[in-house]
């Protein structure tokens, strides 16, 4: 195991940015921030209106997994589905992603990166799966087409 992220060590939440649907009219409302419990906690509130219906928070990393398989990531959810997202080249439109539900516990989701396929604006972009050697940017996005309020727990992620 390769740990890319350890909130238990850091409370450093300033590199994370978080996007809404605001930045297409849309009224949703998310926040990122590391507590003093040392978790992150990603959380807010997605709204339908405005055409909106959309959370995201992202964060560039360098990180080399030409010798990994899968991604680690230990959280506790609220019941809801989240994609994982990665890009290996920040400057490229699309991303690939992974879905997941959570289940309200701690849990530790596995997610294949060969599995990850691209995506951009919601549609299926017709290239490979992932078969990087590098990931630059990460993201966590909750878009399930429904008004929700939303707060997804992290405390790490790897590769293994």
Same mark, same amino acid.
């Given at each position: 195991?390769?740990?890319?992220?350890?909130f238990t060590s850091t409370t450093?939440?300033? %590199?994370?940015? /978080?996007?809404?649907?605001?930045?297409?009219?849309g009224v949703s409302k998310s926040?990122?921030?590391?507590? =003093?419990? &040392? *978790?992150? !906690?990603?959380?807010? &509130? !997605?709204?339908?209106?405005?055409?909106?219906?959309?959370?995201? !928070?992202? &964060?560039?990393? =360098?990180?080399?997994? $030409?010798?990994?398989?899968?991604?680690?990531?230990?959280? $506790?959810g609220d019941g809801k589905a989240?994609?994982?997202?990665?890009?290996?080249? /920040?400057?490229?439109? &699309?991303?690939?992603?992974?879905?997941? =539900?959570?289940?309200?516990?701690?849990?530790?989701? %596995?997610?294949?990166?060969?599995?990850?396929?691209?995506?951009?604006?919601?549609?299926? !972009?017709?290239?490979?799966?992932?078969?990087?050697?590098?990931?630059? #940017?990460?993201?966590?996005?909750?878009?399930? $087409? /429904?008004? #929700?309020?939303?707060? *997804?727990?992290?405390?790490?992620?790897? *590769?293994?």
């Amino acid at each position: 195991m390769k740990t890319i992220i350890d909130f238990t060590s850091t409370t450093d939440s300033i %590199e994370w940015q /978080t996007i809404t649907d605001a930045v297409m009219g849309g009224v949703s409302k998310s926040n990122f921030e590391v507590t =003093t419990d &040392h *978790l992150a !906690v990603f959380s807010g &509130h !997605v709204s339908l209106d405005n055409n909106g219906g959309f959370a995201m !928070v992202k &964060h560039s990393i =360098t990180a080399h997994c $030409k010798d990994y398989t899968t991604i680690c990531i230990t959280l $506790k959810g609220d019941g809801k589905a989240y994609q994982f997202r990665i890009k290996e080249n /920040t400057a490229t439109k &699309h991303w690939f992603i992974a879905s997941f =539900t959570t289940n309200g516990e701690w849990q530790t989701i %596995e997610i294949k990166l060969s599995s990850m396929y691209a995506m951009f604006r919601g549609n299926k !972009v017709d290239i490979p799966n992932f078969n990087g050697d590098n990931i630059n #940017e990460i993201a966590f996005l909750i878009g399930n $087409k /429904t008004a #929700e309020n939303f707060s *997804l727990e992290l405390k790490s992620i790897a *590769l293994k």
